[in-house]
């Protein structure tokens, strides 16, 4: 029998905010254990929470770059469960009335398919803190820092078909967060992880299948081959008659399987109930029209404008646009550029083949946009060469000096003086007559010779248009 995957993705995003949601304590990472604590956050008795006001903005700015509709009124619930991360043994979350639903992303799924992915609710809620296993003791330490540090959690519709339909989607919502600056998206912090519910029912039937959640997934590739094996095993247990039970697992990216963590708690199991502490949340229309008015160029529409704008293909501003870093990157590169599409070319080859060369992020780049604008600047104007660019280039990732620096030290500047050059040309005609005559008698591939033999000569500093000129005159 042939069964179909069904996907549903919950996404858990930090919001940006210097303070926790229901108190003053920080919510910078990294600090030692347990400092970034106080009476509310670690839940001691008669203490009282007091809602963020910033991380409620946030929450409205991601929802409107996600089509949701932002409910007026939304309230907050007390979601029981005991772990021992969290300390009052309830997390205050949203879930009879969340502060957005009905929304959705386009991903793509090919160079010509967009596929809808509908989002089903967007919630507020806390995150809990964070538990460090001892490998030497039978003991695990508690960490409050990330104790009600804000969330918002992003809940897809059960639309995704396949592990690369998941990670396009994450991929594209996490761009947007960070587009709109309501979250960092640093994975390996937590600050953006995922769990995805799959099921699977035969080809055309309507009626789900029994699920199972994937907890704390946080890398694309880490998404993409969980689902896929997640989507292998069920398919195997059904295959063998047997049912596929409802659970939460986790996946191991050592031994590349997820393994059983728990039976799958129902939404009755939780005990929700509204939190007495905190009031309905009532969002007015001005709120949403301040955040409106201040809301930055979405990844979609600046795809649209560096296409119209710079003469790119879709393919290009795809790459260009794909992180809002790279977008600042070569806009700042380009603008004091006649030649955009050469700028471009050099910033999703030359620039972006270092940074992936170094693993690091176009932020952590020894080459800065103005720098890289005047190496490009010089290439434009016909200073330097291509070759001797990309020399220089290198010379700059390795040195942080500047390109003109560089050019003029060594003296790189482009020969396209037609006397120097022709002296050159006729010595290496004079000292290759073989090739010459061969050249002549139609083996014209000869050329390309030629001309690397004059680039040797000017240490690749010679004008290839004016060469190329001489060469044929003199061959």
């Known amino acids: 029998m042939q069964y179909e995957p069904v996907i549903g993705l919950e996404v858990h995003a930090q919001l940006k905010t210097k303070t926790k949601i229901f108190c003053s304590c920080s919510t910078q990472f990294g600090k030692s254990p347990n400092a970034n604590t106080c009476p509310v956050c670690t839940g001691m008795p008669g203490v009282l929470p007091v809602l963020n006001k910033l991380a409620v903005t946030f929450a409205i700015k991601g929802a409107l770059a996600t089509n949701c509709t932002i409910n007026r009124e939304s309230r907050f619930d007390r979601k029981n469960y005991f772990y021992p991360d969290l300390p009052k043994g309830y997390q205050i979350s949203q879930y009879a009335f969340p502060i957005a639903e009905h929304g959705y992303l386009e991903i793509e799924i090919d160079e010509t398919t967009l596929k809808k992915i509908g989002i089903t609710r967007i919630h507020m809620e806390e995150d809990a803190g964070k538990l460090i296993h001892d490998p030497a003791r039978a003991k695990s330490m508690v960490d409050l820092n990330r104790t009600g540090v804000p969330l918002i959690e992003i809940v897809s519709e059960p639309d995704i078909r396949s592990p690369k339909e998941a990670g396009a989607y994450l991929r594209k919502l996490h761009s947007i967060l960070k587009y709109i600056d309501v979250c960092d998206g640093n994975m390996e912090e937590g600050s953006f992880r995922c769990d995805a519910n799959i099921s699977l029912r035969p080809l055309g039937q309507k009626e789900f299948g029994i699920r199972a959640e994937l907890k704390n997934l946080n890398s694309f590739k880490h998404v993409e081959k969980a689902i896929l094996y997640e989507i292998e095993r069920q398919t195997y247990v059904l295959q063998e008659g047997k049912p596929v039970i409802q659970e939460t697992r986790l996946w191991d990216p050592v031994k590349n399987k997820t393994f059983s963590m728990r039976g799958k708690e129902e939404a009755h199991d939780y005990r929700y109930f509204p939190d007495p502490d905190l009031v309905p949340l009532i ?193």
């Open 283 to 475: 969002v007015d229309d001005q709120w949403i029209e301040d955040v409106k008015k201040n809301m930055p160029e979405l990844p979609d529409e600046k795809h649209s404008r560096f296409m119209k704008n710079y003469s790119l293909s879709d393919y290009e501003a795809r790459v260009l646009t794909s992180s809002i870093e790279l977008a600042d990157f070569f806009e700042e590169t380009v603008t004091q550029l006649k030649d955009k599409k050469q700028a471009a070319n050099w910033t999703m080859t030359t620039f972006l083949s270092m940074l992936n060369s170094k693993g690091i992020p176009v932020s952590e780049s020894p080459v800065k946009a103005k720098a890289f604008s005047k190496l490009l600047f010089l290439l434009e104007n016909q200073k330097i060469t291509a070759g001797v660019a990309k020399t220089v280039f290198e010379e700059m990732v390795e040195t942080l000096k500047d390109p003109e620096a560089i050019v003029k030290s060594n003296g790189l500047e482009q020969v396209s003086n037609q006397a120097e050059l022709e002296t050159i040309i006729l010595k290496i005609i004079n000292k290759n007559p073989n090739e010459v005559a061969a050249y002549r008698e139609g083996k014209t591939k000869l050329f390309s010779f030629f001309m690397g033999q004059v680039m040797k000569e000017t240490r690749g500093k010679a004008d290839p248009k004016v060469v190329t000129l001489i060469l044929k005159s003199n061959l």
